[in-house]
């Protein structure tokens, strides 16, 4: 029988986040299409990045990590990114941060990092 993944890791400047219940990796190299008269001609390569997006449940003590810190920053942190059997290490720059509650629903904090394309290794 196949062993699948779980929901991934992250890793913060050093410190494990905790509670996390979804992590959707995106690398994009900023491919072009490139057209002349005569039809498709090939691609031009643009500045690549990897983007994550993080959704994790809200303790009510509170998170081991303060995500609002690291938007507010002009400042990349280390960040390393454990999913599909491989990591991911960059310094990335934190974009957006937001929390969502409501009646009969767990809080959720969602955010949202980028950094430059970044290829994974085993595991």
Do not use: C, W
Request: aromatic fraction near 8%; charge should be negative; hydrophobic fraction near 40%.
């Amino acid at each position: 029988m196949a062993t699948y993944e779980s929901t991934g890791q992250l890793v913060i400047d050093g410190v494990p986040a905790y509670d996390l219940t979804g992590l959707t990796k995106t690398t994009d190299a900023q491919k072009n299409r490139v057209f002349t008269s005569e039809g498709f001609a090939g691609i031009s390569r643009g500045a690549g990045f990897t983007e994550i997006q993080v959704m994790r449940a809200i303790p009510i003590a509170g998170s081991n990590i303060d995500v609002e810190q690291y938007v507010d920053s002009s400042n990349s942190v280390p960040v390393q990114v454990f999913t599909g059997g491989k990591v991911y290490a960059f310094d990335a720059h934190f974009e957006r941060s937001t929390n969502t509650t409501g009646v009969n629903r767990a809080a959720e904090n969602a955010f949202t990092l980028v950094g430059p394309l970044t290829l994974g290794i085993p595991a």
